[in-house]
Protein backbone atom coordinates (compact mmCIF):
# COMPACT_ATOMS: atom_id res chain seq x y z
CA UNK A 1 0.00 0.00 0.00
CA UNK A 2 1.31 3.43 -1.30
CA UNK A 3 0.42 6.36 0.74
CA UNK A 4 1.18 9.79 -0.87
CA UNK A 5 0.96 13.09 0.83
CA UNK A 6 0.18 16.23 -0.68
CA UNK A 7 1.31 18.85 2.22
CA UNK A 8 3.03 22.17 2.74
CA UNK A 9 4.04 20.95 6.45
CA UNK A 10 5.77 16.61 5.55
CA UNK A 11 8.12 17.43 8.84
CA UNK A 12 4.85 16.99 10.61
CA UNK A 13 4.57 13.67 9.98
CA UNK A 14 7.44 12.43 11.34
CA UNK A 15 7.39 11.67 14.98
CA UNK A 16 3.99 9.40 14.07
CA UNK A 17 5.39 7.19 11.35
CA UNK A 18 8.96 7.05 13.19
CA UNK A 19 7.06 4.59 16.25
CA UNK A 20 5.46 1.67 16.69
CA UNK A 21 3.66 -0.63 14.35
CA UNK A 22 3.44 1.98 11.61
CA UNK A 23 7.17 2.58 11.69
CA UNK A 24 7.98 -1.08 11.46
CA UNK A 25 5.58 -1.10 8.09
CA UNK A 26 7.67 1.25 6.94
CA UNK A 27 10.51 -0.78 7.77
CA UNK A 28 9.83 -4.40 6.31
CA UNK A 29 8.37 -2.19 2.91
CA UNK A 30 4.45 -3.44 4.03
CA UNK A 31 3.37 0.34 2.90
CA UNK A 32 5.37 3.46 1.81
CA UNK A 33 4.82 6.97 2.56
CA UNK A 34 5.81 9.73 0.21
CA UNK A 35 5.25 13.53 0.33
CA UNK A 36 4.94 16.31 -2.18
CA UNK A 37 5.55 19.79 -1.07
CA UNK A 38 3.32 22.68 -3.29
CA UNK A 39 6.16 24.73 -2.99
CA UNK A 40 8.61 22.91 -4.64
CA UNK A 41 6.04 22.97 -7.16
CA UNK A 42 6.34 26.97 -7.99
CA UNK A 43 7.94 28.34 -11.77
CA UNK A 44 11.56 27.98 -11.13
CA UNK A 45 13.45 31.57 -11.67
CA UNK A 46 16.16 30.65 -14.21
CA UNK A 47 19.89 31.78 -13.19
CA UNK A 48 19.53 32.21 -9.10
CA UNK A 49 18.09 30.91 -5.97
CA UNK A 50 14.40 31.27 -5.41
CA UNK A 51 13.46 33.71 -2.73
CA UNK A 52 11.17 32.78 0.15
CA UNK A 53 8.45 35.19 -1.32
CA UNK A 54 8.63 33.44 -4.48
CA UNK A 55 8.08 30.30 -2.87
CA UNK A 56 4.83 31.31 -1.47
CA UNK A 57 1.38 29.02 -2.76
CA UNK A 58 -1.37 31.21 -1.04
CA UNK A 59 -2.86 33.94 -2.10
CA UNK A 60 -6.19 36.35 -0.99
CA UNK A 61 -9.04 34.79 -1.44
CA UNK A 62 -11.45 36.32 -4.54
CA UNK A 63 -14.62 37.67 -3.44
CA UNK A 64 -13.38 39.03 0.00
CA UNK A 65 -13.10 37.42 3.17
CA UNK A 66 -10.26 36.66 5.91
CA UNK A 67 -7.35 33.91 5.79
CA UNK A 68 -5.61 32.75 2.86
CA UNK A 69 -5.77 30.02 -0.24
CA UNK A 70 -3.81 27.90 -1.64
CA UNK A 71 -2.97 27.97 -5.17
CA UNK A 72 -4.23 25.65 -7.43
CA UNK A 73 -1.61 24.96 -9.59
CA UNK A 74 1.41 24.00 -7.37
CA UNK A 75 -1.27 21.64 -5.92
CA UNK A 76 -2.06 20.10 -9.54
CA UNK A 77 0.96 19.34 -10.16
CA UNK A 78 2.10 18.33 -6.63
CA UNK A 79 -1.07 15.32 -7.23
CA UNK A 80 0.16 15.02 -11.07
CA UNK A 81 3.57 14.05 -9.76
CA UNK A 82 1.92 11.68 -7.54
CA UNK A 83 -0.35 10.08 -9.61
CA UNK A 84 2.36 9.38 -12.66
CA UNK A 85 0.86 6.61 -14.64
CA UNK A 86 -0.22 4.54 -11.90
CA UNK A 87 -4.30 3.09 -12.45
CA UNK A 88 -5.47 2.22 -9.62
CA UNK A 89 -5.35 5.73 -7.56
CA UNK A 90 -7.47 7.02 -5.34
CA UNK A 91 -7.40 10.85 -4.16
CA UNK A 92 -9.05 11.67 -1.21
CA UNK A 93 -9.46 15.56 -0.73
CA UNK A 94 -9.67 16.51 3.13
CA UNK A 95 -13.11 18.76 3.67
CA UNK A 96 -15.03 19.42 6.84
CA UNK A 97 -18.25 18.81 4.52
CA UNK A 98 -17.01 15.71 2.68
CA UNK A 99 -17.74 12.05 3.12
CA UNK A 100 -17.21 10.38 6.48
CA UNK A 101 -13.99 8.33 6.94
CA UNK A 102 -14.40 5.07 8.70
CA UNK A 103 -13.10 1.64 8.91
CA UNK A 104 -15.76 0.04 5.90
CA UNK A 105 -13.90 3.19 3.98
CA UNK A 106 -10.65 2.30 4.92
CA UNK A 107 -11.40 -1.87 3.93
CA UNK A 108 -12.69 -0.91 1.07
CA UNK A 109 -10.10 1.48 -0.37
CA UNK A 110 -7.28 -0.41 0.34
CA UNK A 111 -8.99 -3.67 -1.47
CA UNK A 112 -9.77 -1.09 -4.99
CA UNK A 113 -6.46 0.80 -4.79
CA UNK A 114 -2.60 0.13 -4.34
CA UNK A 115 -1.80 3.86 -4.36
CA UNK A 116 -3.65 6.61 -2.39
CA UNK A 117 -3.05 10.06 -2.86
CA UNK A 118 -4.13 12.62 0.56
CA UNK A 119 -4.69 16.05 -0.16
CA UNK A 120 -3.90 18.03 3.26
CA UNK A 121 -5.28 21.61 3.04
CA UNK A 122 -4.33 24.50 5.01
CA UNK A 123 -5.31 28.26 5.72
CA UNK A 124 -8.90 28.79 4.34
CA UNK A 125 -8.41 25.76 2.07
CA UNK A 126 -6.99 25.14 -1.22
CA UNK A 127 -8.77 27.11 -4.60
CA UNK A 128 -11.16 24.49 -6.19
CA UNK A 129 -10.24 23.87 -9.46
CA UNK A 130 -7.90 21.08 -7.85
CA UNK A 131 -11.19 18.99 -8.02
CA UNK A 132 -12.21 20.22 -11.51
CA UNK A 133 -8.78 18.84 -12.84
CA UNK A 134 -8.83 15.32 -11.21
CA UNK A 135 -11.53 13.12 -9.72
CA UNK A 136 -11.33 13.55 -6.00
CA UNK A 137 -13.32 12.14 -3.09
CA UNK A 138 -13.92 14.51 0.12
CA UNK A 139 -13.22 13.05 3.17
CA UNK A 140 -14.30 14.39 6.44
CA UNK A 141 -12.92 12.53 9.13
CA UNK A 142 -15.71 13.80 11.75
CA UNK A 143 -17.25 16.56 12.68
CA UNK A 144 -15.40 19.14 13.37
CA UNK A 145 -12.62 21.49 11.70
CA UNK A 146 -9.09 21.31 11.84
CA UNK A 147 -6.27 23.78 11.07
CA UNK A 148 -5.11 21.67 8.49
CA UNK A 149 -5.17 18.06 6.46
CA UNK A 150 -2.15 16.98 8.02
CA UNK A 151 -4.00 15.19 11.28
CA UNK A 152 -6.60 13.51 8.92
CA UNK A 153 -4.06 12.26 6.67
CA UNK A 154 -1.90 10.50 10.18
CA UNK A 155 -5.41 8.79 11.30
CA UNK A 156 -6.33 7.56 7.55
CA UNK A 157 -3.08 6.23 6.99
CA UNK A 158 -2.79 4.68 9.99
CA UNK A 159 -6.62 3.12 9.74
CA UNK A 160 -5.54 2.32 5.99
CA UNK A 161 -2.41 0.53 7.23
CA UNK A 162 -3.94 -2.12 10.09
CA UNK A 163 -6.18 -3.27 6.62
CA UNK A 164 -2.59 -4.51 5.15
CA UNK A 165 -2.09 -8.38 5.44
CA UNK A 166 1.24 -8.11 7.72
CA UNK A 167 0.93 -4.49 8.91
CA UNK A 168 -0.20 -6.03 12.26
CA UNK A 169 1.80 -9.15 13.79
CA UNK A 170 -1.15 -10.71 13.31
CA UNK A 171 -4.17 -10.46 10.70
CA UNK A 172 -6.74 -11.52 13.07
CA UNK A 173 -5.53 -9.62 15.76
CA UNK A 174 -7.71 -6.40 14.45
CA UNK A 175 -10.49 -5.26 16.41
CA UNK A 176 -12.78 -5.07 14.04
CA UNK A 177 -12.33 -8.00 12.44
CA UNK A 178 -13.23 -10.37 15.85
CA UNK A 179 -15.39 -10.22 18.49
CA UNK A 180 -14.14 -7.05 20.77
CA UNK A 181 -14.91 -4.92 23.90
CA UNK A 182 -13.96 -1.38 24.60
CA UNK A 183 -12.85 -2.99 27.95
CA UNK A 184 -10.18 -4.77 28.10
CA UNK A 185 -8.05 -6.20 31.05
CA UNK A 186 -4.45 -7.58 32.18
CA UNK A 187 -2.79 -8.94 34.87
CA UNK A 188 -2.91 -8.70 37.93
CA UNK A 189 -6.23 -10.34 38.10
CA UNK A 190 -7.01 -8.05 41.43
CA UNK A 191 -5.47 -4.66 41.96
CA UNK A 192 -6.33 -2.39 45.23
CA UNK A 193 -6.49 1.23 45.02
CA UNK A 194 -7.25 3.75 48.37
CA UNK A 195 -8.35 0.32 50.18
CA UNK A 196 -10.66 -0.59 47.55
CA UNK A 197 -10.85 -4.20 45.36
CA UNK A 198 -11.11 -3.56 41.00
CA UNK A 199 -11.23 -7.46 40.05
CA UNK A 200 -11.36 -8.52 36.15
CA UNK A 201 -15.15 -9.98 35.51
CA UNK A 202 -15.15 -13.70 36.05
CA UNK A 203 -16.33 -14.82 32.57
CA UNK A 204 -12.92 -13.55 31.33
CA UNK A 205 -11.19 -15.93 33.70
CA UNK A 206 -13.89 -18.91 32.65
CA UNK A 207 -11.75 -20.52 29.83
CA UNK A 208 -15.03 -20.81 27.84
CA UNK A 209 -14.30 -18.68 24.78
CA UNK A 210 -17.94 -18.86 23.28
CA UNK A 211 -19.08 -16.75 26.49
CA UNK A 212 -16.20 -14.45 26.61
CA UNK A 213 -17.06 -13.66 22.74
CA UNK A 214 -20.96 -13.07 24.02
CA UNK A 215 -20.24 -10.83 26.75
CA UNK A 216 -17.56 -8.91 24.57
CA UNK A 217 -20.15 -8.40 22.40
CA UNK A 218 -22.30 -7.38 24.60
CA UNK A 219 -19.78 -4.75 25.96
CA UNK A 220 -19.45 -3.36 22.57
CA UNK A 221 -23.13 -2.92 21.88
CA UNK A 222 -23.44 -0.99 25.36
CA UNK A 223 -20.46 1.45 24.65
Known amino acids: ?110 KNCSDIILVCGRYEGIDARVKKVFKVEEVSVGPFVLTGGELPAMLVIDCMARQVEGVLGDFASREEARASSPDVYTRPETIVYKKKKYSVPPVLLSGDHKKIDEWRNQMRNKS
Do not use: C, W
Open 1 to 110: MNFHIITLFPESFSSYLSESILKRAIKDKKITVNFYNPREFVIQPKNRPQTYSERRVDDKPYGGGPGMVIEALPVIKAIEKAKGKKRKVKIVYFSPSGKQFDTEYAKVAT
